[in-house]
């Protein structure tokens, strides 16, 4: 049943995988059993536990030959590695299992959605020539087999005027007062415009071109990836992925962008009415977001920590590379997207400190506040009827390197900047991200794990997602008002398993 090539993935990441020690890895954060990680895949709720897979390369820290690693987890954050599923090993998907989702079956199985991608010409330039198509495969929650019939849906099957060779990633839901089960799929037109198209089967076997959700007028990227859709509030939410674009204002960087259209979902006629188009995360590293609904009802999203820009930027001497964000719990606001660290982590929290009302004006270091795996929450707040011009925490401080955060009032700019974070390549350093003004008071949650720095900037209404590759006892933190004074709070815990 078991391929050679899956058994050859297996084989292989049981005998190095387990040569990786816990002190290598982030404490908190998901990253492959060994080589190469991108996409969350499959991220679901089957048989008791949840499940999430990831777009895997074992044999190298380097993208190359897509599989689909394993992990379960009882609180999706302390995972469990189960052996990689699936393979590249059919003529459908000869040249990789690309990134897809999972539901329960009615038989009670696991399916697996995924793109297939076929190889169907001589690589030329960057690109091979290839046929993108949707294949199913089904488990047990620890093997499973490909559809014989797959691949269930191809490019033939969407209108005229689409690209075969971007067609991908497709999320499937089951809509239950219908009886009926959707996938939004990834797409790009001849025109070189990305779009989500939507598409419908009774059984999951047989299936139809439904409708094309939206399109982005060439304005948003040639292709569109990895799409989602669901209902938050009154406001139906679309992740994609706009790739190549130009940078637009404070909203959007150049290149691949994570976005999330926001509107109404006419589920009769299965129109999208976009009102707004915002970036999900205004940090460096983020890219592929996949949601899944929790059995008490939460939509929890999670996503590659890391973007196509930088694939390719492996730091030296390093057995894994790749990580997951925190699954984060989302929720709607004003038709914002908001997203917070999920509850399950402050099962986590040890060692609690906390400081109320610190005077704060030259470098401040506080007791007890310091270290690389932290829930760590500082509350900003004016001293006085004078604003202060900026403020900054530095954190994986030591004397030679440090990541800074900075809040100008003025403008309400948030700035990250990991120039001294121990990169040994010239990669983006910098982000900024425009922030809702508060008077001067800022609240930022900082999820810091030995490799990574997500803020959560005022409750989740923004997020900034970054990798460092600080050594890592450059561990401490310290607060700096320029041009004034301010006053803070600070709710520090660590975070251990
Ligand atoms: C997004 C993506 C997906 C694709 C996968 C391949 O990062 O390009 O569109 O399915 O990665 O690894």
């Known amino acids: 049943?078991?391929?050679?090539?899956?058994?050859?993935?297996?084989?292989?990441?049981?005998?190095?995988?387990?040569?990786?020690?816990?002190?290598?890895?982030?404490?908190?954060?998901?990253?492959?059993?060994?080589?190469?990680?991108?996409d969350p895949n499959g991220f679901s709720y089957f048989d008791g536990q949840y499940h999430l897979f990831y777009q895997y390369?074992?044999?190298?820290?380097?993208?190359?030959?897509m599989h689909w690693g394993h992990l379960v987890s009882e609180d999706m954050l302390n995972w469990k590695r189960l052996p990689a599923?699936?393979?590249?090993?059919?003529?459908?998907?000869?040249?990789?299992?690309?990134?897809g989702s999972a539901l329960t079956a009615p038989d009670g199985r696991h399916l697996l959605i995924y793109t297939g991608v076929e190889v169907t010409g001589e690589a030329r330039g960057e690109g091979v020539p290839c046929r993108q198509t949707q294949c199913l495969a089904f488990g047990d929650g620890m093997n499973y087999v490909k559809y014989e019939n797959n691949p269930v849906i191809t490019p033939e099957m969407l209108p005229e005027g689409y690209s075969e060779e971007d067609f991908r990633d497709p999320k499937i839901w089951y809509e239950e007062k219908e009886g009926v089960y959707y996938s939004i799929i990834g797409a790009?037109?001849?025109?070189?415009?990305?779009?989500?198209?939507?598409?419908?089967?009774?059984?999951?076997?047989?299936?139809?071109?439904?409708?094309?959700?939206?399109?982005?007028?060439?304005?948003y990227g040639y292709m569109w990836e990895c799409p989602d859709l669901f209902r938050l509030g009154d406001t139906d939410f679309i992740p994609i992925l706009p790739m190549k674009m130009v940078a637009k204002g404070n909203e959007f960087h150049a290149g691949n962008n994570a976005a999330y259209l926001a509107g109404i979902y006419d589920r009769e006629t299965h129109t999208f009415t976009r009102k707004a188009i915002r970036s999900i995360d205004y940090g460096i590293d983020f890219y592929a977001p996949q949601s899944t609904v929790t059995p008490d009802g939460r939509r929890v999203m999670t996503a590659w920590m890391q973007t196509p820009e930088t694939m390719h930027r492996t730091p030296p001497g390093v057995k894994w590379f790749g990580q997951l964000t925190i699954p984060r719990e989302l929720s709607e606001k004003d038709g914002l997207l908001i997203q917070r660290p999920i509850r399950e982590i402050e099962a986590y929290r040890k060692d609690p400190v906390y400081y109320d009302d610190v005077y704060v004006k030259e470098c401040t270091r506080l007791t007890g506040v310091e270290g690389r795996s932290l829930d760590l929450t500082v509350r900003v707040k004016p001293a006085g009827d004078t604003l202060y011009q900026k403020?900054?925490?530095?954190?994986?401080?030591?004397?030679?390197?440090c990541t800074s955060i900075t809040y100008d009032p003025a403008d309400s700019m948030l700035y990250f900047d990991r120039t001294y974070s121990g990169f040994m390549h010239y990669i983006i350093s910098e982000r900024k991200a425009h922030v809702r003004y508060r008077g001067g008071e800022i609240r930022l949650r900082l999820m810091i794990d030995r490799f990574s720095v997500e803020i959560f900037v005022n409750d989740g209404e923004q997020v900034m997602?970054?990798?460092?590759?600080?050594?890592?006892?450059?561990?401490?933190?310290?607060?700096e008002a320029v041009g004034g004074a301010a006053v803070i709070d600070v709710e520090k815990y660590t975070i251990e398993k």
């Open 1 to 38: 049943m078991e391929s050679d090539r899956l058994k050859k993935a297996r084989e292989y990441e049981a005998a190095h995988g387990t040569q990786i020690t816990e002190e290598e890895r982030p404490v908190y954060h998901v990253t492959p059993t060994v080589g190469w990680l991108n």
């Open 57 to 65: 390369n074992p044999y190298s820290t380097h993208w190359d030959s």
């Open 85 to 99: 599923v699936l393979a590249p090993d059919t003529w459908y998907d000869n040249f990789g299992v690309f990134s």
């Open 188 to 219: 790009s037109t001849e025109e070189n415009d990305g779009a989500v198209v939507l598409f419908r089967s009774p059984d999951l076997y047989n299936w139809e071109y439904v409708s094309t959700l939206d399109k982005g007028g060439n304005e």
């Open 391 to 401: 403020f900054t925490i530095k954190v994986a401080e030591d004397e030679e390197f």
């Open 465 to 479: 997602s970054n990798t460092i590759y600080t050594r890592q006892s450059a561990d401490g933190i310290s607060f």
